[in-house]
């Protein structure tokens, strides 16, 4: 029972992806991040390399692979850069996950060929202005049922993947009726349904982020996604799958920081010596290690469950909570191991800085991991 | 089209290579193997040339149990099958037993296009193409940076220093690439885990009817004589520009006799 290598075929693609990342990503992702712009090319190849169809059965154009093995993509791809990262991670788990798992046959035919390829992504909309840690209370996104149409009226915040030039969809989260939430798909382009412009953001700058804006927006009725009333039981088994990818995601970026400082202490001299000479300096690294490789272990053992069919959620909180603080534990001892360096933009390591705070807020603040945490430990809610 | 791609594992050269000083042949377990880079291109190229004409692509490969890594990574890119020749009487083989063991496979499973890599990270020799088409009685193309199949015969660029020679070639023919050539692939999910499926046959030397005494150490027509480790880099020389910087890396070059 007790095993973490890797099988072998979950390492062939560990370092598949580790080459991608470092021979096609590394090299080019500073100027895509300093300029802010969506990086078309890479996302493109990741489409090739079968990396948005990884948990999804071939029928559909999937990979026949598991949700474990978007975990390891997410890893590799984040140790190198957090936007690509992000953009798989949101265009799979976020995006074309809940049309796997509650969509109907018609609508999984429609979409995932297209999702699966990475030509095409679609995002999800669930936070809005007024609220995304309470969901139900925040929400103000409205859809009525109109002659075989629903007619949705509102905005949603902070949405990734929503405005990129190959979107093609957002699910949308919606009142259908008295604190009843439901699920809609609304294809782009749809009249009424604008994708502001991009955020200004302190990091994830190469990946997409806009306010969205329902005005009349007019779909069929058959594009709810599951059942009518379900939408908010959905988004939150889709979130608690959500934790363990950002938790992957977060054991990237920190061991991207364990990386660089690892080449960058060797070679920075003072006081004559290697910096990597100096025990300071060493323990920091020692620390740093040691905060990836516990947070892998955490993510790891909350994979296993969900991939074992057993519940995952205090698991998958756990992780997430660990590795958003090893990332940006890791993102400020990295900074500080390169000086003035590790505040230039250009440097990797001032990118995992602005990369890190972000991941202890989406899907799910770390304040919300505490209380779902103590929820299952039999503490009261309020 | 019955394609076969000649594939060697050879250390990572981003890892410390060391020959061994009992036999002066490669350390192999002191290293991490992985794919000749080159290979991976003859790999992308056989695909492509599937692609567009159908058959079948078969990887061929001679070296110890610990290849095997390096055949799954090709069958993972798309490859079909792979023969795998491996047998303690090939070990240090030179390149002419090499292209030898492989020519002897060769005739055996049959062939309508051999795909190699112009040359090998680590012994680079560059000759086994040019000696497998002798061997095989077969047109030889190398350097190949363009390949067009056109019903029995290929038409090719071959990469030269002036800039590339237009060739053509009848079928059955050997061809070596160049990495301006194609982009290869990477492997996908579905690539890697179809790959645990495919077969890969077996070969000893008796299985491919090659003669014992022709290959390995005592069959070699060359010997490494002697190996020393490489000298470690020089520190280089700083040059203070104080007004005269010009002059002084001017002279500096002189001395070396680069200007
Ligand atoms: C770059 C980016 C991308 C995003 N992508 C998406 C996306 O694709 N789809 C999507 O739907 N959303 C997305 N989000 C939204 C994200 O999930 C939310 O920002 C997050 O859930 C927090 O919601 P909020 O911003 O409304 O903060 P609030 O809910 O307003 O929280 C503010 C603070 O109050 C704390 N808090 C709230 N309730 C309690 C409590 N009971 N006890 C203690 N503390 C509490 C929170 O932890 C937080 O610290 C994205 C956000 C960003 C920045
Ligand atoms: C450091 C070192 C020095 C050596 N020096 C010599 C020497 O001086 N003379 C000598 O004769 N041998 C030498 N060898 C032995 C060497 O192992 C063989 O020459 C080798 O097996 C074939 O030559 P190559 O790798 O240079 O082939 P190249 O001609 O450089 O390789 C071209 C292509 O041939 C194919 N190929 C090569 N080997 C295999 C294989 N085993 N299986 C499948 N496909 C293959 C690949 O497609 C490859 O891209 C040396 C080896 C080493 C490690």
Not at chain 1, 293 to 303: D, E, G, K, Q, W
Not at chain 2, 6 to 27: G, I, M
Not at chain 2, 212 to 239: C, H, M, N, W, Y
Request: with cysteine.
């Amino acid at each position: 029972m007790i095993g973490f290598t890797l099988d072998e075929e979950y390492e062939a693609l560990r370092r598949t992806v580790e080459t991608f990342a470092r021979d096609e990503v590394a090299p080019v992702i500073g100027d895509y991040y300093e300029r802010e712009a969506f990086p078309y090319e890479i996302v493109a190849r990741m489409g090739k390399m079968g990396l948005f169809g990884l948990p999804f059965p071939e029928e559909y154009g999937g990979m026949g692979g598991d949700y474990f093995a978007l975990c390891i993509a997410l890893e590799e791809l984040a140790r190198v850069d957090s936007s690509v990262a992000i953009t798989l991670e949101a265009g799979v788990s976020l995006g074309a996950m809940p049309i796997f798992r509650f969509g109907t046959e018609e609508q999984k035919r429609e979409w995932l060929p297209r999702l699966c390829s990475g030509e095409r992504l679609a995002a999800f909309g669930l936070t809005e202005p007024g609220g995304g840690t309470d969901v139900p209370g925040g929400m103000r996104t409205t859809a009525r049922l109109e002659d075989g149409h629903w007619v949705i009226n509102g905005s949603k915040a902070f949405i990734t993947n929503a405005g990129t030039d190959v979107t093609v969809a957002v699910t949308v989260a919606a009142l259908t009726g008295d604190g009843e939430i439901s699920t809609i798909l609304v294809p782009s382009g749809t009249p009424g349904f604008t994708a502001g412009k991009k955020y200004s953001k302190v990091g994830w700058s190469a990946s997409d982020t806009r306010e969205l804006s329902f005005d009349d927006v007019r779909v069929p009725e058959a594009n709810l996604v599951g059942e009518r009333g379900r939408g908010y039981a959905q988004f939150l088994r889709i979130l608690d799958e959500g934790r363990i990818a950002i938790a992957a995601l977060s054991v990237g970026l920190a061991q991207g920081c364990v990386d660089e400082c690892l080449r960058y202490v060797r070679e920075r001299a003072a006081f004559g010596r290697a910096i990597g000479e100096y025990q300071a300096i060493q323990f920091k690294v020692a620390d740093m290690e040691t905060r990836a490789h516990t947070a892998r272990l955490a993510y790891y053992a909350a994979a296993a469950k969900m991939l074992a069919g057993e519940p995952f959620k205090k698991e998958a909180a756990i992780a997430k909570l660990v590795a958003s603080n090893a990332a940006m534990d890791n993102a400020r001892d990295a900074t500080q191991i390169f000086g003035g360096y590790g505040f230039m933009n250009e440097y990797p390591v001032g990118r995992f800085y602005r990369d890190a705070k972000i991941l202890e807020v989406g899907e799910g603040t770390s304040e919300v991991q505490r209380m779902l945490i103590a929820r299952h430990l039999g503490l009261p809610a309020r | 089209m019955n394609i076969v791609v000649c594939v060697k594992q050879v250390p990572d050269t981003a890892t410390e290579r060391k020959l061994r000083s009992d036999d002066k042949t490669l350390d192999r377990e002191a290293a991490d193997g992985v794919i000749n880079e080159l290979d991976e291109y003859a790999v992308e190229e056989a695909l492509t040339i599937k692609e567009a004409h159908g058959g079948e692509v078969t990887v061929l490969t001679m070296g110890p149990e610990k290849a095997s890594e390096s055949i799954r990574k090709a069958l993972a890119m798309g490859a079909d099958k792979a023969v795998h020749l491996s047998d303690e009487a090939l070990h240090g083989s030179d390149a002419l037993s090499t292209s030898y063991a492989l020519a002897q496979v060769l005739k055996k499973i049959g062939f309508d296009i051999v795909l190699l890599g112009s040359e090998s990270t680590d012994a680079r020799t560059g000759m086994l193409a040019a000696m497998l088409s002798e061997r095989l009685g077969v047109p030889q193309v190398t350097l190949a940076n363009k390949v067009e199949i056109d019903g029995s015969s290929l038409k090719a660029q071959r990469l030269t220093d002036y800039g590339f020679d237009r060739v053509e070639a009848s079928l059955p023919a050997v061809v070596s690439v160049v990495e301006k050539i194609n982009e290869p692939r990477y492997p996908s999910f579905k690539g890697i885990m179809a790959a645990k499926k495919k077969p890969v046959e077996k070969l000893a030397v008796a299985d491919a009817e090659i003669d014992a005494a022709k290959v390995g150490l005592a069959g070699a027509s060359t010997e490494v004589v002697d190996f020393a480790d490489a000298p470690p880099r020089e520190k280089g020389q700083i040059v203070k520009d104080e007004g005269d910087g010009g002059v002084k890396v001017a002279e500096f070059l002189a001395s070396k006799k680069f200007i």
